[in-house]
């Protein structure tokens, strides 16, 4: 099973077993949750996302390439480099170069993975110890 759908499997499971007694998440929000870390590899040219969906897939861009995912500044638009450096600060990034080993390996093992759809991600292995918001 590819880490896109196991994560959301897990993350399903934990948000039903924590949340839903408690009434802080409804079912409609943990199904959004799921749904967008299931897809949060796969690139749409049309349609809507969520805002869970926006921010799954931009954390993921900018682990994956960088500010700069699409070219200098490319992200400007819609996150500005100065909350992105104050995320990666009170959440640095570790284990980089393991976890980008992992993805490698997944991908060549598995060649009809979504992982192996994500365009930024065949082209560009960008994965590093440095903080994201200093890529480009």
Not at 15 to 34: G, P, V
């Amino acid at each position: 099973m590819t880490f896109e759908f196991h994560g959301g499997i897990m993350t399903y499971e934990h948000l039903r077993a924590e949340y839903t007694r408690s009434q802080q998440l409804r079912d409609s929000q943990i199904a959004n949750i799921t749904q967008n870390i299931m897809l949060h590899t796969s690139l749409f040219e049309q349609g809507m996302s969520s805002a869970a969906g926006i921010l799954i897939q931009l954390s993921a861009l900018f682990d994956i390439s960088g500010y700069g995912t699409f070219g200098p500044d490319s992200m400007a638009s819609l996150v500005n480099r100065d909350t992105v450096r104050e995320i990666e600060q009170a959440f640095p990034r570790t284990n980089m170069a393991e976890v980008d080993q992992e993805l490698q390996a997944l991908a060549e093992s598995k060649p009809t993975c979504l992982l192996n759809h994500f365009p930024i991600y065949q082209d560009d292995r960008a994965l590093g110890p440095d903080p994201a918001s200093d890529s480009h």
